[in-house]
Every structure is written in C-alpha cells, then in structure tokens.
C-alpha cells in the first residue's frame, strides 16, 4: 500500500496546523478542479473550515511534496539500478525531508564525470588512504614510496591521489553535509566588499562597501540589496564562518568524519587534508547553499510584502457608485479630464491647458464648471503626478466659482500608479477603441476612485508596484503570488455579474478569461442576466463552472432574491426554510437582522449542509451581499504644505500610508515626495514588522522629523514624543534597499509618486534610497 499520500498530508497538517483528514479532504476537491475560494467559502464542512491562506499554502507545499516525492522514487530506482542500494541508504532516503536532503544522500550514487579522484582509485590509490588510515604510526610519505609507478611519478602525486579520494568520500558524505550546514546556519557571517575602484559607480550600495553580519539575521530586503550589489559587480560576497574561531569548528567537524582521533603522523596528515578538503571544496559547497537559502528566503519575503500591499490596494475602500471627473496632470501636455457616471460609463473628455504655456486658466475652469454641473459630478480624482498639486489648486479655485447653491463635488488625489500601462494595453484599446491614449488615463483614475478592485484588476500586478526589489525576486513565484490575491480579493468582494468587465469576471473562481469574455458576449447581445441560473445559458459555461462561481457572482433586483448574497446556489433550500421559520417574505426579511438574531443556526442543520454553512446563510440574510472593504475616507493636505520646500521640521501633517516594507512605512503628505516612517517611529512601543500598525491606504497623522531638499528625503515620524530616540534598537535601514521606491499608491486619499514618466518602482536610486538614508542619518545622530 503506497503510504506517500498519507506522509504528505501528515505533513503539511503540521505545517498548517490542521488535521490529516482536513488535509486529505482539501487536497481531494483540489485535485478535482475546485478552487480555492470555492473551498474556502462553500466547502467548510468538508475541510474543517479550512481558510484561503492555509489552503494556499497548502496547495503550494503539496505541488512541492509530490515533486519530493517523485525525485525520492527515482533516486531509489536509480540506486537500485546500480545494486548498491541497502536497507541504511533506503531508509536515509525514506527519511529526507527536503531535497537538498535528497540530493546529499545521492551524490555518491549519481552518474559523474570524470574526476581526479577518479583516476587515483584507478591507479590504485584508494588502497594508499587505506594503508594511511591502518598504520597511523608510520609517516604518509614512507607508506607512499610503494605506490610510486609509471603513473604516480612522486610521493607527493601519490599522496595528493589519495588526498583526492578522501576529499571526494567527504564531499560526498551526506551526515557531515547536513552537519556543516547546520553550523553555517548558527555561525555564518556574511559579508560584502567594495570592488576597487567601483565606488562612484556603486554609490547607491555604500552602506556595503564594508559590511558584515551574521547570516542567520540578516533582513530580507538588506540581504536583496547586497545581492543586487553583487549582481552588478559593485561588491564581492563572502559567507563564511569567523576566520578565528569559526573556521577551525568547521575545519575539527571535517576532520572528525576524516577519522581523525589523534596526533599520530598518519592523523596530522588526515586533519591536513580534512582542511584542505574544507577550504577547497566544501567551504564553496557551503557558501553556494547558504547563498541560495538566503535568496530563496529573501524572495519569499519580498513577494509576501508585495503580496500584503496588493490585497491592501485591491480592498481599499470604494468611493462607491458617485459620478466622478476624473483629472490626469500635466502641464505642458496638459491636464487631460474624463467623467464618468455611478456605473463607470464614459460620458465626456476633454483636454485643459490651465499652465503653460497656454494659461487658459478661464477656459479650464469653464470646462470643469460646465462638467461638473451638467453630469452632477459627485467625486473629483486627481493624479497624483506631475503637477497635481497645481491641479488640486486650480480644482478648488474653479470649484469656488460655482454658485451656492450648487454643491460642490469631494476631490480625492488618486495614485495614477499603472494608468499608462492600462491606456496603452490592447484591453484599453478594446475598450475604448476612438479614444485618445492620453484620455484613457483620466477615465482609469476616476474609475478607481470608484472602485479599486474592479479597475485595479485590469492592470497587472507587477505595474501597480507596491512592491521591493520586484523585478529581483523569482518572477515565476511572484506572478503566481500576486495571481492569488487578485483572486481572493475579488472573490472575497463579490462581482456584480450585469455590470462587472471581463477583466474583473476573469478572477471569479471557476471562470478564467475565456469564460469571462463569454459572459460579457452573452450580456450583450441579450441583455442583463435576470438570475444566476441563466448563466447555464452562456456558450462553454457547464456546470462545473457554475458551481465554483455562482456564490461569488451578485445580481442586483433580479428574478431570485438570494442572487444579491452570497448564499451558494446549492443552499438555497436551507435559506428558504429561514425564512420559512420566521413566516416573512424573503425580500422583506433580508437585511432585518432583528428578525434573524432569534434564530439558533443548530435547526436549521441537514445531511448535506453542516453548521457553518448555516451560520454563513444567518450572516447573508442579515446583511445580503456584505462588502468586507472599509468605509471610505481620505486624508486632507495641509493647505499651503505644496512642497517639499514648505515642510519644516516639527510639523503635523496627515497624510496616506502608500507602501509598507520591512523596514518602515511611505507616507504621501502631499508634496510630491512620499516621506518615510522607519519602523523605530511607527509607534510608542517595539515593533517588528510593520504591518502590525499601518498598511497601504490608512490615513494617518506624522511629524515631520527631518527635511532634505537637496536629496529628496523626509523623515517622519508617529510616535508621541515625536522622534526622541529615533532609531533606537532598530535594524539600520540600508541605502540600496532605498532604491526600490515603490511605485503603487493607494487609489484613493492620496500617495504621490515623482515626475511622470520616472518609474515608481525606481531600481537604481531614488525617493527610497533617499529616504532610508536619512532615517539612517536621523539614526546616526541619537
């Protein structure tokens, strides 16, 4: 019987703390084509209750154990084949863990070119190691005159041929591997140095010209910036243990496995070669592991802050179904204007040239008065790039023109992160096939003013760029990373099926862009969906999709009531005896929480459906389609803080948290410079990660702590004593890392990026360098 399923499910129930049945029963519908949020949501009784980030997880560690697995069978196979595999080596393999693990175990097994210590046994000197190791008393060189021949010219060739074959037997040796690797984990210290000579160049790493920490310690985004460095030869790279005490551990650990075990001629010569071995081979062996560790971690890092500010972006709060005007600056180019209505259709464009070198500020304004009043404008979103607060301004004069009695629309700064990548993408040309490119951007803005998620979804993750070192992780990983929390996103909010794009439609759980495209064919050429059921009616669209998307899919004032929660298809049975029990009508019921709040979730439990599903019908019916996003709200620039010029230190300011990393959080004051709170100022207290007080999108309060005109740097701070001790007990945030300012801003309230046309996302210097920099120079000073 194969016992592999049930290793595997027992290991990664450790991992998720969960039981095997849970996981068994989660891998079963997973392998059967449901997805995630599908399980997570409507199979809770089947998984335990399961939630979406511990099947993820799962998912990924089983993709992971199966490939384990496989490489585990054909090693033996492989051993097997070579008839040298006994009852130790196959429990050895049966018992790694990992496949490094694996890989040790069959490095003595594996098909090889030749090597030296190929041809020495060839030439008979695995007998003089053996000779060496029988006769410790007698000198090396003395046992090795008897294996001088044609072929072994000296001594010396022949101790070094035996020295080869010993090196390879250690190399090769899984127990000392593990061993030493371990050790390198505990004592390992990294360390960079400056190539001569590349220090203008590699101005931005500096903080590494001369660097050494422990290698167990070292932060993700300090350890991305050294291996930047290195990739762009500006330092070398060293993972070693301390040269005076660590090197000897490592050296004594080889020397034991060598046999080693005391001061004999025949010993010293075994430690002499145990060192060389060391300092030749395995030491290199140890730094290209440790190294790979350290990127493997770092990455994974990277991609889960990454991970965490896109699903803070994507279930930022919507402002809702208001008309909005949508304003893209510039100035030169001019500000390119775009309202659409509560649906986001499109209704006018318009191109105003208030700045120079027109200076049509009348004409502007009228253009906006007459926009605003003609289409009701509720919202006004303004770009947060170039020239937006000059924009912002000429806004607010032109809004005081209008009469009293009209009122006057929000205006809202809106991050324009990825808005040129939209209105150049073949979605935005078949979206709005007669429109200029430059318009496409102003009606992105005003849409995801309105809603985030649905306009944010058409971008791809990687353009938002709320991430670090981004374009360094493994893209594979990272695409696959940000995929799932687009999905989850927009399957926690639901998607209005008769309004919803393709591109949003597209991330529903069961459907893919095929699907979607489908639905929106369908839609129009026969109208508006009047329930879930009529999906079925969709080319391509059978049940299997249905299942996995219908819950997640809403239909407002349609045929079926239940349509607009998110109550499953599957229950609506079980929903109509509620009802049933309270003796109303279904339309009046949903959304009377009193009425429902004296039902016991325990009657209305069947064969089929258990207990949390009912609750999650209880929950439905009282709130019908809930929105798991906050509430709206933005932050309020100080009026007459414009510039980076008019900050002074000192000063309380609101402003919009952007992007959150390891080391701190940016935040928009609105002066076209995000300003950065290290994580020593995020609040009164330790704190070790930083999400644990802000995340991307939180309107907060800082003080102004340092201002650095001439490069570009803020230093801001949360905390009441507002930056006494700055710094203290806090990692030293790196110069290089800097360089990675995030380019995403939170579409709504704000997040200022630099010039348009500069990549947010700046690889080689920039707004983060600059800004770490001087919460390391702020550091410097306490």
């Not at 399980?39 to 998912?59: C, F, I, M, S, W």
């Not at 008979?124 to 000198?139: F, H, K, M, V, Y």
């Not at 329930?531 to 997640?552: H, I, M, N, T, Y």
Request: charged share 30%.
């Amino acid at each position: 019987m194969d016992k592999t399923p049930a290793r595997i499910a027992q290991t990664i129930a450790t991992e998720i703390g969960a039981r095997p049945q849970q996981v068994n029963a989660a891998v079963e519908l997973l392998d059967g084509g449901a997805t995630v949020p599908f399980v997570a949501r409507y199979r809770k009784e089947v998984t335990g209750g399961l939630d979406d980030t511990q099947l993820r997880t799962l998912a990924e560690r089983l993709g992971y154990l199966r490939e384990l697995e496989t490489r585990r069978a054909a090693i033996l196979k492989s051993i097997e084949g070579q008839d040298k595999l006994t009852d130790d080596i196959a429990r050895a393999v049966a018992g790694a863990g990992t496949k490094a693990e694996l890989e040790d175990i069959y490095l003595s097994f594996k098909p090889k070119r030749r090597t030296r210590a190929m041809i020495a046994r060839e030439q008979g000197l695995d007998r003089l190691l053996e000779t060496i190791r029988a006769n410790r008393s007698q000198p090396p060189e003395t046992l090795a005159e008897g294996f001088v021949t044609e072929e072994v010219a000296t001594v010396k060739d022949a101790l070094n041929g035996a020295r080869d074959i010993l090196a390879e037997e250690l190399t090769e040796n899984a127990e000392l591997l593990g061993r030493l690797r371990e050790f390198m984990r505990r004592e390992a210290f990294i360390s960079a140095k400056v190539v001569e000579g590349k220090e203008e160049a590699g101005a931005k790493f500096s903080d590494y010209f001369d660097h050494r920490e422990k290698w167990a310690d070292i932060p993700s985004h300090r350890a991305l910036a050294i291996l930047r460095a290195s990739k762009e030869e500006i330092v070398t790279v060293e993972i070693a243990p301390d040269p005076e005490t660590g090197a000897a551990k490592a050296e004594g650990m080889v020397a034991l496995f060598a046999g080693v075990d005391g001061d004999t001629p025949g010993d010293k010569w075994l430690r002499t070669a145990a060192g060389w071995t060391w300092r030749i081979k395995l030491s290199l062996t140890m730094y290209i592991d440790l190294l790979g560790e350290l990127r493997a971690a770092a990455h994974e890092e990277a991609i889960k802050v990454f991970s965490r500010n896109l699903r803070d972006l994507l279930l930022a709060a919507p402002a809702g179904p208001r008309a909005t005007l949508g304003l893209d600056p510039g100035i030169r180019t001019g500000v390119k204007a775009a309202v659409v209505d509560s649906t986001g259709k499109l209704l006018e464009t318009a191109t105003l040239y208030p700045f120079a070198p027109k200076h049509d500020v009348r004409g502007a304004e009228a253009a906006v008065l007459k926009m605003v009043q003609t289409h009701n404008v509720d919202l006004i979103a303004i770009g947060n790039g170039t020239a937006s607060r000059e924009t912002e301004k000429f806004t607010a004069d032109a809004l005081g023109l209008l009469p009293p009695s009209v009122k006057k629309p929000t205006k809202v700064v809106v991050s324009e992160a990825g808005a040129s990548v939209y209105s150049a993408s073949e979605l935005a040309a078949r979206e709005f096939p007669d429109l200029d490119v430059s318009l496409r951007g102003a009606v992105s803005i005003a849409r995801r003013l309105q809603d985030p998620l649905a306009e944010l979804v058409k971008i791809e993750p990687q353009s938002i760029g709320v991430g670090q070192y981004q374009h360094d992780v493994d893209q594979r990983k990272l695409g696959q990373a940000l995929e799932a929390v687009v999905e989850d996103a927009v399957n926690a909010v639901g998607v209005d099926l008769n309004t919803a794009s393709a591109a949003l439609l597209s991330h529903v759980a069961g459907l893919g862009s095929s699907l979607a495209e489908s639905i929106v064919l369908h839609r129009d050429a026969h109208g508006a969906f009047p329930s879930r059921k009529s999906l079925l009616k969709v080319s391509g669209l059978g049940p299997r999709a249905f299942e996995q998307a219908a819950g997640f899919l809403r239909i407002r004032e349609g045929d079926e009531p239940l349509d607009a929660s998110a109550v499953h298809p599957e229950a609506y049975g079980v929903a109509r005896r509620i009802v049933q029990a309270c003796g109303r009508d279904l339309r009046s019921l949903m959304g009377d929480e009193r009425a429902l709040k004296g039902l016991r979730a325990e009657d209305f439990v069947d064969d089929t459906f258990g207990l949390p599903t009912v609750r999650d019908i209880l929950g439905e019916l009282e709130k019908p389609g809930r929105d798991p996003r906050p509430e709206f709200k933005t932050a309020t620039f100080t009026d007459g803080v414009e510039t980076m010029a008019d900050l002074k230190p000192g000063m309380l300011l609101e402003g919009t948290v952007t992007n959150v990393a390891a080391f701190g959080a940016f935040v928009d004051i609105g002066v076209h410079q995000d300003g950065l709170v290290h994580i020593s100022q995020l609040a009164d207290r330790f704190v070790k990660d930083p999400h644990e007080v802000v995340k991307a999108g939180d309107v907060v309060k800082v003080r102004v702590t340092e201002v650095d005109i001439k490069r570009k740097r803020i230093g801001l701070s949360m905390r009441k004593d507002a930056g006494a001790g700055q710094g203290r007990g806090a990692e030293r945030p790196d110069r290089a890392g800097q360089s990675q300012k995030p380019q995403g801003r939170k579409p709504q309230g704000g997040g200022r990026s630099g010039p348009k046309g500069k990549s947010g996302a700046q690889e080689t210097g920039g707004a983060l360098g600059a800004a770490l920099a001087d919460a390391l120079k702020a550091k410097k000073r306490t």
